[in-house]
């Protein structure tokens, strides 16, 4: 790993992408700062903290055809968990549904074993991770690098060496990240009722949502809302609850803990990763729903490009640039 010593990087995002490229960076020398007005907010709190190449990308449209790169992502978590102290859950998933068959020849496809269970079709490279608690692991271990955190949104970097890890929110500093559109998630940990005690096992789908085993209860989810901002619970996910598990439907939603979180996407589902046309910017935003999937690879990729080395086999995939970017203002 090349040093960055005596460079001085600022991060404007402290959700699953901003911390994780945070702590690589400090990891190879830089003195980081992150900005973020309101972490609490992040996205990637209100998140199931989903790890699972498979069913992503053979339940979601937008995820299909990248298989290969989200499974590398997965690869890239238990070396960089074991470096922050986060506990991966690696239970695997099962899928129950109208199109039990085709998800089944779908996954053989892919080459990944499966196993039908009374549950549904199991699958074991499927892993997961409790969002909040990681997303404390990685603030403390940036903190524990050294890195300084500032309440405040990153106006313009001005001249520093800036990354845009900020999910939705476009920056005039970072022309790229006007090809980002905003997605509206909405998950719900059921703290009463049938799921209040799911705390391990593996993550239940079905055609539209999943149940996710939570140390403070299971979470049901999630909705995706594209071009909503609003941080308000709807019926969009008591919707979802009803018509994906009714057997749920009687348990407590609102009286529980519905979480919302406004998720960035790109045309192609996946996130812009790279230099951006402006120098001395780098972008990494819109991982759509799989943020803490390609936390690792991302901040790995990130470091390269700052240090000058090969960003790897997956950086064509995510070329910050590859949508027609408009010229720098």
Sequence with gaps: MASLHGRTVRVAGAGALGLSIAVELADAGAAVTVFDPSPETSASAAAAGMLAPVFEAVLDPVARGHFALLLAARDAWPAFAERIGILLDRSGATYAGERSLE??????????????????????????????????????????????????????PDGVEAVAATGWQGLKWAPESVMISAIKGQIIRMSDGPLANRTVGPVERRDGGYIAPGV??????????????????????????????????????????????????????????????????????????????????????????????????WAPNLDARRFTAPEEP
């Design 103 to 156: 998800v089944r020849k779908a996954v053989a496809d892919l080459g990944v074993a499966s196993e039908v269970r009374r549950e549904g079709l199991f699958v074991g490279d499927d892993w997961r991770l409790d969002a909040e608690i990681a997303l404390e692991r990685l603030r403390e271990a940036a903190v524990d690098r050294g890195v300084a955190f500032v309440n405040a949104p990153l106006e313009d």
């Design 216 to 313: 403070s209860g299971a979470m049901v989810g999630a909705t995706m809302q594209s071009g909503r901002t609003d941080r308000v619970g709807d019926e969009a996910i008591v919707d979802l609850v009803e018509r994906t598990f009714p057997e749920l439907s009687a348990a407590p939603v609102y009286g529980g803990d519905v979480r919302v979180g406004i998720r960035g996407a790109t045309p192609d589902g996946l996130p812009l990763v790279g230099p951006s046309i402006r120098p001395g910017v780098w972008i990494a935003m819109g991982a759509r729903r799989n943020g803490w999937l390609l936390a690792p690879l991302v901040a790995a990729i990130t470091r390269a490009y700052l240090a000058g080395e090969d960003p790897g086999p």
